[in-house]
């Protein structure tokens, strides 16, 4: 009898021990162990901004100095450094064969940090009230679009006219991001005062907005993912000087030095590794930066292809790209970067020959003022806030003047810029490019006519109506075979015509403090999606237990006393019948 109590006992006890360690082994909140490249939580981190915001509404336009809004913002899917698609507020998708129709399914646990729950609806009105009809990258990602549908709150299905392969790329919070319809619906979209006290679904929300110093963004206590962030606080320094803000890092006043900057301190790389500065090569998989001259095609001396020509022998693009890049570049050989589907590397090249760019110009009626030996003057305007940029322009001033072209260099803030570039305001651009990871999308918002006078659109006013068909028929079909054919003609006649002339591929690092760790910077695209995968490497070592995880032990607690009083009345039966 005594026997059998010990082997019932154990039993029982052996049951409810075994029950307990794996419904507490699933519910238990995350333990961080010792290990510095773990994810801890808590902290600040302090991010360099290259220019002021001019809002957080995504939705409507893209400027430099967003990258805040890329935190509380969201798309449906979030990308990692191999451009593959993670779920982010849809869990799951699906596409049809002849990639017409895309089905996204969404998370039912997201709410807006105003509280509201996020639906299909906010999708839908997104789409349909915002994107297309104000976003110049949504007017290039729903392209060739038919339909939204909401079947119910959780799910949105996609319908376009023709294929779309490449559509999935756009789902980012710079081209795709979602807003909250009931703080949108039947306002001015452009003049809505959410646009600069955004609410989103994203990891941050915004707590302040000093305009010209610093934007602070706080830790979402109710985003979905209730392990994330791991940063309490985020703080973007407005810092469009390089050498500020590496003082300033230095200085240990910001943490995080952005591409933006680095790109003209490369020299200074070595030197912030040896002092223990963290670097990242990545931020460019997914746009690769190609900074480029751009000619205007509609003004009468850069509309001539010769004298076009005659500027692009008269540039010695090795030198341009050893001065700026400091041995971090890559040369340009064609019109495509080199890591782009479909590049061509054997299109017409223009090598280095001032003798060569002497004759086009005579030839094109340009001589030289026996007087000054200037031929004409041209004026360049670039981004102020881009030092690599403005680098490159003293080098193309210099080198133009020999051939007797005088060059007057403009360099301008951001919204000049793009008002004179849109305008047609302007002989010569000198335009960091960004390319990619769809080359037909992409390529269309350089060179179809469709984007011109769009900001950083079709700069160059180019129209050709071969290369347009070409990039609609590239758009719509999967046929790799005719999607090389496509491209290539494409850029053989680009390379003849030359609307712009690439100077090399970049690859500019983001230099950070030691004492932080994670995704940093935090996608393929630079600053253009959340930091919620970075965190402090000085922080706790584990998450306190949100309202969610309290009401998860519980239900695991009445769980193992239902089992445990199961067994107990077998036991007790069990016991009566051995009696």
């Known amino acids: 009898m005594k026997s059998l109590d010990k082997i019932y006992k154990f039993k029982w006890s052996g049951c409810t021990l075994l029950i307990c360690i794996l419904i507490l082994s699933l519910k238990s909140p995350v333990r961080i162990t010792q290990d510095a490249e773990e994810p801890k939580y808590s902290g600040t981190m302090i991010i360099q901004n290259r220019a002021e915001p001019p809002h957080f509404n995504l939705g409507i336009s893209m400027a430099y100095g967003m990258e805040p809004a890329c935190n509380i913002y969201e798309s449906l899917v979030s990308w990692d450094y191999n451009v593959n698609p993670h779920p982010e507020l849809a869990e799951s998708w699906e596409i049809s064969p002849d990639y017409k129709t895309f089905t996204f399914h969404l998370r039912h646990d997201i709410t807006w940090h105003d509280g509201e729950p996020f639906t299909s609806a906010d999708v839908k009105f997104t789409i349909e009230e915002v994107l297309i009809p104000h976003n110049p990258m949504g007017k290039l990602a729903f392209l060739f679009f038919e339909s939204i549908v909401t079947p119910d709150d959780y799910t949105v299905v996609f319908q376009f006219k023709m294929s779309r392969v490449f ?3 756009f789902l980012n919070p710079v081209s795709a991001p979602m807003l909250p319809k009931h703080l949108y619906e039947n306002t001015d979209i452009m003049k809505n005062p959410y646009n600069e006290k955004p609410v989103g679904t994203g990891p941050f929300r915004l707590a302040e907005w000093v305009k010209g110093d610093h934007v602070t963004l706080v830790r979402n206590e109710n985003y979905y993912d209730k392990r994330k962030p791991y940063l309490d606080k985020l703080i973007f320094k407005t810092m469009p000087k390089a050498e500020t803000a590496l003082a300033a890092l230095e200085n240990k006043e910001i943490d995080v030095l952005t591409a933006a900057a680095t790109g003209m301190l490369l020299h200074e790389v070595p030197r912030l590794e040896a002092a223990g500065f963290k670097t990242s090569w990545h931020g460019w998989e997914y746009w690769k930066g190609t900074p480029n001259l751009v000619f205007n095609t509609i003004r009468p001396i850069t509309g001539d292809i010769k004298v076009r020509q005659s500027i692009a022998h008269a540039l010695d693009t090795e030198q341009i790209t ?40 005579n030839e094109a009626g340009y001589p030289k003022d026996s007087a000054t030996g200037v031929r004409f003057k041209l004026n360049l305007i670039s981004d102020a806030t881009i030092p690599s940029l403005v680098k490159a322009s003293e080098i193309v001033k210099a080198q133009l003047k020999e051939v007797g072209i005088d060059v007057e260099m403009l360099p301008l803030e951001v919204g000049t810029l793009i008002a004179r570039e849109t305008a047609g305001n302007f002989d010569l ?28 659109g079709n700069m160059a006013f180019y129209t050709n109506s071969r290369v347009d068909l ?17 491209y290539y003609e494409i850029q053989d006649i680009v390379a003849e015509e030359l609307p712009s002339l690439l100077f090399y591929e970049t690859r500019d690092p983001w230099v950070f403090s030691p004492d932080f760790g994670g995704v940093i910077p935090p996608g393929p695209n630079g600053g253009y999606q959340s930091y919620k995968n970075a965190y ?32 107990a009345v077998i036991v007790r039966r069990r016991r009566t019948q051995a009696q």
């Open 470 to 486: 070409l990039l609609d028929m590239a758009t719509v079909n999967v046929d790799t075979a005719k999607l090389k054919e496509y």
């Open 322 to 361: 050893k001065l700026v890049g400091q041995g971090y570049y890559v040369v340009s050989r064609g019109t495509f970067p080199s890591t782009m589907p479909y590049y061509k590397p054997d299109v017409k090249q223009y090598p280095y020959d001032p003798e060569k760019a002497n004759e086009l110009l």
């Open 429 to 456: 651009i000198m335009e960091l490019g960004t390319m990619g990871p769809d080359p037909s999308t992409y390529w269309a918002y350089h060179y179809h006519s469709r984007f011109i006078r769009v900001p950083f």
């Open 536 to 567: 402090w490497i000085k922080g706790q070592e584990q998450i306190a237990p949100s309202p969610v995880w309290v009401w998860e032990v519980i239900v695991a607690i009445v769980v193992v006393v239902a089992v445990a009083a199961a067994v």
């Open 167 to 169: 559509f999935m790329v």
